[in-house]
């Protein structure tokens, strides 16, 4: 079983809808990154959470530290934010920052 | 652009060449790390500098991979006698130690080993 989970695996969304992506994870963390990944390969941060809920434009990340879980919502959805998106931990253990990453999560909005 | 530069962007190679590729962080970020993704799945870890020194080696680092990091900058990774499993996404990362290690990602270098 792998130490981070991401559900669901493909997601497609009609324009405007509410989208949850969610990650559960199995080992301790010091800190829960989510991440964008277009098509090509670039990758950029779009939260590090270790409490609570983070907030920027239409995104929003929560995080439960006792459930270890955390999802990431998208409010008006548009079919530029159609990407991979995937959840990533730094363990308590790893002093080096190294990130363990879900497998992504496959988003496609339609006009 | 994140800030983080990686050369080339695509590769293609035959099996059992020697491979290198170059990463470029974001000057005053002291951490550098090295990923590879394949196709459908999320990043894996490579291997990680602070400064020069190379702290840390996933065990999916085989000899045939070697990493440097000569001056604390710029870094390298190189793969000897390449084989087909080799193919995949290498993204470079960078951060500056700190309370909150945001890592900014390269582009990735895109490697094929026909």
């Known amino acids: 079983k792998n130490e981070v989970e991401q559900s669901p695996q493909n997601l497609t969304a009609q324009e405007g809808e509410f989208i949850t992506i969610n990650c559960s994870y199995s080992?301790?963390?010091?800190?829960l990154h989510w991440l964008q990944q277009h098509p090509g390969g670039g990758i950029v941060s779009l939260f590090m959470?270790?409490?609570g809920k983070k907030k920027h434009g239409r995104l929003i990340a929560t995080i439960n530290i006792q459930e270890k879980h955390s999802s990431l919502h998208i409010t008006a959805s548009h079919p530029r934010d159609s990407a991979v998106y995937i959840c990533?931990?730094?363990?308590?253990?790893?002093?080096?920052?190294?990130?363990?990453f879900g497998q992504g999560t496959e988003l496609s909005v339609k006009p | 652009d994140t800030g983080v530069s990686q050369d080339p962007r695509h590769k293609i190679t035959k099996r059992g060449q020697n491979v290198t590729f170059r990463c470029d962080p974001i000057?005053?970020?002291?951490?550098l790390y090295w990923y590879r993704q394949t196709l459908g799945q999320g990043p894996e870890f490579l291997t990680y500098?602070?400064?020069?020194?190379?702290?840390?080696k996933s065990r999916l680092l085989s000899d045939r991979f070697s990493a440097e990091r000569p001056k604390g900058s710029f870094s390298t990774l190189e793969i000897q006698r390449t084989e087909q499993g080799d193919s995949a996404m290498y993204l470079c990362?960078?951060?500056?130690?700190?309370?909150?290690?945001?890592?900014?990602f390269g582009p990735g270098t895109r490697l094929t080993v026909l």
């Open positions: 990362a960078s951060t500056r130690t700190g309370n909150y290690n945001e890592q900014f």
């Open positions: 080992v301790g963390i010091s800190a």
């Open positions: 959470l270790s409490s």
């Open positions: 990533a931990v730094e363990g308590s253990y790893n002093q080096g920052g190294k990130l363990i």
């Open positions: 000057s005053e970020h002291n951490r």
């Open positions: 500098f602070q400064n020069e020194a190379q702290l840390e």
